[in-house]
């Protein structure tokens, strides 16, 4: 089945800086790659996400990357602010299934 | 209007009894899930239901069963609970299953503690 690695576990930034969040995922099959954002006390929620025809999308301070070459996909935040502090998740999907990776915890200092 | 909700939020029961959670959601859906997030954060499918048949058992313990008496509701039903189901359980739903179905849309969870 598919494996989904994500990386830092744990992230801090000066607000203003940029964050950048990778994952890696395993089976060639999937072909859809959202990102969602989890605040303390809530449910994850959609920010971004990519499908595999496509490299690269972005909406406002938030892009997506996307490798299929070597499996891999990235999150890029810039201009942090301390409202981006959450747990971000990446997945990736295939036909029947989307699997969820780690998390990273990302803490943007004021 | 809730897209997804869940109920009870907070649920405190003690090892060996019986417990159920309700998730219903009302965007219209064919699909619905069950996921369970631990105290590192892992987000941990379930299972998973599309036009209310079950398509993904994820080798979870069959003292939990879940029911989905129509498309717009999945029920938890945890018989004998152990201290290690402690955890917070969401519910979601998506247009269909997998890649395909898109963005899933996650209730606001239910903590359970078991003591």
């Known amino acids: 089945g598919e494996n989904v690695e994500q990386h830092p576990s744990t992230l801090s930034v000066q607000e203003g800086d940029s964050a950048v969040i990778k994952c890696t995922y395993s089976?060639?099959?999937?072909?859809?790659f959202p990102w969602y954002k989890q605040e303390l006390g809530k449910g994850p929620q959609l920010i971004i996400d990519i499908r595999s025809n496509v490299g690269e999308k972005k909406d406002q301070r938030i892009a997506v990357t996307l490798n299929k070459t070597a499996k891999h996909f990235s999150l890029h935040i810039t201009e942090t602010q301390p409202e981006d502090s959450a747990v971000y998740f990446c997945a990736a999907g295939g036909y029947q299934k989307v699997t969820f990776g780690t998390g990273t915890k990302l803490q943007v200092i004021p | 209007d809730t897209a997804v909700s869940q109920t009870p939020k907070y649920l405190v029961t003690q090892m060996g009894n019986d417990k159920s959670i309700k998730c219903e959601q009302n965007?219209?859906?064919?699909?619905m899930y069950w996921y369970k997030q631990d105290s590192k954060k892992f987000l941990k499918i379930m299972f998973s239901y599309n036009n209310k048949e079950l398509i993904i058992n994820e080798t979870v313990p069959n003292r939990f069963s879940p029911k989905s008496p129509d498309k717009a509701h999945l029920n938890l039903h945890i018989n004998s609970l152990e201290l290690g189901d402690s955890a917070v359980y969401f519910c979601?739903?998506?247009?269909?299953?997998?890649?395909?179905?898109?963005?899933?849309?996650f209730g606001p969870g239910t903590r359970l503690t078991v003591t």
């Open positions: 089976d060639s099959a999937s072909n859809y």
């Open positions: 965007l219209g859906h064919d699909t």
């Open positions: 979601a739903s998506s247009q269909q299953l997998g890649g395909r179905g898109g963005e899933q849309y």
